[in-house]
């Protein structure tokens, strides 16, 4: 079965500090890859995604990027972090066989805050 | 342009109520896909359901139903004797450009259920 996997859980990081999170999955080959950031009390705002290495496409302006080293690993970083980044970090994964539109799965995310 | 719309901001009811979760799309594509997810206060969202555009029939699982109609671009979701553990954040979801698997969110619906 399919698994995903997020660190770390908890983040507590100063303004200006650089940010490194880390998403991996598990049994699957070439996944649909996405990163979410959701604002406390907030939805779900699509930051990156990528159909496979090196392939990644922003969503929003912002001084976050992210970076698809290996087939099942997905890395969101930023050199300096703002206040604004604060919030909550969510992987996903979808499967990237077949046709249609197929459902996301969530990693169990990565609470940022920025002080 | 495409939009959800989940305008039940937040939700109470007493354990063993029935209770209706609102969700109204936007969208001129003519094949699209809408999903449901569930944030229980853990964080992580659980896909809940899939349903495509041309599948307009009522589907249950076990105390949960889910009535699209195409007429009025809704797809609302109902909890049958509602118990504690369905409270959580519920978010509606549209896909986005066929594939892509790329999901647009509604706001969400907080769901409290209270003993």
């Known amino acids: 079965s399919q698994t995903i996997h997020q660190w770390p859980a908890t983040l507590v990081q100063p303004v200006g500090s650089p940010l490194s999170l880390e998403c991996t999955v598990e049994?699957?080959?070439?996944?649909?890859l996405y990163w979410y950031r959701q604002a406390a009390g907030r939805g779900l705002q699509l930051l990156f995604y990528s159909i496979g290495i090196d392939q990644i496409s922003s969503e929003v302006p912002q001084n976050l990027s992210a970076s698809r080293p290996q087939d099942r690993q997905f890395i969101l970083s930023s050199k300096k972090l703002l206040l604004s980044d604060s919030g909550f970090y969510l992987c996903a994964w979808s499967s990237n066989t077949g046709l249609g539109v197929h459902e996301q799965f969530f990693g169990p995310g990565t609470r940022l805050t920025v002080l | 342009a495409q939009k959800v719309t989940q305008a039940q901001t937040e939700i109470s009811v007493v354990e063993k109520e029935d209770v209706t979760l609102d969700c109204v799309y936007e969208t001129r594509d003519t094949t699209y896909y809408l999903f449901w997810y569930k944030q229980p206060p853990s964080g992580e969202l659980v896909f809940l359901i899939r349903?495509?555009?041309?599948?307009?029939q009522n589907e249950i699982s076990g105390r949960y139903s889910w009535n699209f109609q195409k007429s009025t671009s809704s797809f609302n979701f109902t909890i049958t004797a509602s118990q504690v553990v369905d409270s959580a954040v519920y978010f509606c979801?549209?896909?986005?450009?066929?594939?892509?698997?790329?999901?647009?969110f509604g706001t969400g619906t907080r769901l409290q259920v209270f003993p």
């Open positions: 979801a549209l896909s986005g450009r066929v594939n892509t698997d790329k999901l647009i």
């Open positions: 349903r495509n555009s041309f599948d307009e």
């Open positions: 049994g699957t080959s070439n996944p649909n």
